[in-house]
């Protein structure tokens, strides 16, 4: 008797508790995964945001995805630190008519620089780096012999801020290089399919587009380096480091690097569709092989922080809610870290992460690539959202903004939001609570 009381007491403490541990549906080294220890979007169902407040806002949602033809779309709203609104809309998988649900994964795309943006400004408050400190030349903190390779001597000017604000020099003037994977190898005289070091090696063989720090050129790059910035001072691989640096610690288990090849996917993710006519491209890998972007022309292991992240909308806007300044729920980062994150340097460079910010306390990050679109956007009233698709458009990165108009209309429909709080809920299943199935103490540890 006083073992099941133990027994039952433990489970309910790590519900409540979110016990932090990287969650996932699909197999992950050195992660226990039992029934008791789930992620809040596994937790939840569609029917928990069904509800006659929101009717309307459903309408105005399928009918844009009927309109852009959209397969599906994830669509989580937080208001005054709560998780109010958590659901999925059309399909993950079209052929099998499979609906999308609240533990849907999504490639967030360029929201993943938010992630790095965030590991970086916990690596200067944990005091293992300033985002003064060069990045290249012997100086640098990447002065490998990997990186020693520099044709232009401004790249050993660039700092670790520079690169955070897309003011390091670097420029898609002549096609993006996260994007010439083929391209790129040939240059550099290896095989296919190419890592993120060959990548950043071919662009230290370049000319700089300008001096670090004049201006600023929106750069993927920047942020593929700076996921080696990461991995080089947390002596760990970057994604580990995230996972047990900002989400685990901010109770969220069930994000993920991603993987470029639909055969890869973890078992929760979405398939990704392009629009009707969109055009096929020589694979990364170099096999010759003609494909969509979406499913092996892109080389997603090798955006990894620059826009390789797939995430639940539930899991995602809780990430929001770990960086926003608010007391409503704890932050990972120091209210110092978050403005300074969110101010636009004098010289009117990007903000740190985010793609844009008002004084207002309007802040949103804006993510695309073929097969997917996501927004995050926060709002000083206590309301924020997030909504992703698993399908693109003609639109490129401009859809977002069509996303944008969608979710003003979406909210301004509802007048109430449910009183409840996603954040804590827990469905009580049976293979969850039987006490027969619980997992040792040992299993935890």
């Keep these: 008797m006083v073992r099941r009381l133990v027994s039952i007491i433990i489970v309910v403490v790590l519900v409540i508790l979110d016990q932090t541990l990287s969650f996932s549906t699909q197999e992950a080294p050195a992660v226990p995964i039992n029934n008791s220890i789930e992620a809040v979007s596994h937790r939840i169902s569609n029917k928990l945001s069904d509800c006659d407040q929101t009717k309307r ?13 959209v397969a599906g779309a994830t669509v989580a709203v937080v208001k005054d630190g709560k998780l109010v609104f958590a659901k999925g809309y059309g399909y993950s998988d079209v052929d099998k008519e499979k609906e999308v649900v609240p533990s849907s994964l999504f490639r967030i795309a360029s929201v993943s620089k938010l992630v790095t943006a965030t590991a970086i400004m916990k690596l200067q408050e944990e005091g293992k780096l300033h985002l003064d400190d060069y990045v290249f030349g012997e100086h640098g903190i990447l002065n490998d012999e990997a990186y020693s390779n520099i044709k232009d001597r401004r790249t050993k000017r660039i700092t670790v801020e520079h690169l955070l604000r897309h003011s390091s020099g670097f420029s898609s003037k002549y096609g993006d290089p996260m994007f010439l994977p083929l391209a790129i190898a040939k240059k550099m ?4 399919p190419i890592d993120a070091q060959t ?34 001072l947390a002596e760990k691989p970057y994604e580990a480091y995230v996972q047990t640096h900002i989400l685990n ?10 993987k470029s090849l639909q055969k890869d996917h ?5 398939n990704y569709y392009e629009q009707s006519d969109a055009i096929k491209i020589s694979s990364f890998d170099g096999s010759g092989k003609t494909v969509f972007r979406s499913n092996g022309g892109n080389n997603l292991e090798v955006l990894g922080g620059a826009g390789g992240w797939i995430a639940s909308g539930a899991e995602l806007i809780k990430f929001m809610m770990a960086i926003d300044g608010d007391d409503t729920l704890p932050d990972i980062l ?17 903000p740190i992460g985010w793609k844009g910010t008002r004084g207002d306390g309007t802040w949103w990050r804006t993510g695309t690539l073929a097969g997917s679109s996501a927004l995050l956007k926060h709002y000083k ?12 458009t003609w639109r490129g990165s ?15 429909s509802v007048k109430e939001w449910p009183d409840h709080d996603l954040f804590n809920h827990f469905e009580a299943r049976q293979e969850v609570i039987a006490l027969d199935k619980l997992p040792s103490y040992q299993d935890w540890s």
């Design 57 to 69: 806002a459903d309408k105005i949602l399928n009918r844009f995805l009927r309109r852009w033809e």
């Design 189 to 192: 005289k290896v095989e296919p």
């Design 199 to 232: 990548t950043i090696q071919f662009a230290l063989s370049r000319r700089l587009s300008f001096t670090p720090g004049t201006r600023g050129s929106y750069s993927n790059l920047g942020y593929a380096i700076l996921e080696k910035v990461i991995e080089k």
């Design 249 to 258: 610690p901010s109770g969220i288990f069930d994000m993920h690097l991603g």
């Design 266 to 270: 973890f078992p929760n993710e979405v």
């Design 334 to 350: 120091s209210k110092k870290s978050i403005k300074y994150m969110t101010t636009p340097n004098k010289l009117g460079h990007s």
């Design 381 to 392: 009233n206590g309301v924020s959202y997030v909504i992703i698709t698993n399908s693109s």
């Design 398 to 412: 401009d859809f977002t903004k069509d996303l944008s108009v969608l979710m003003t209309q979406f909210l301004r």
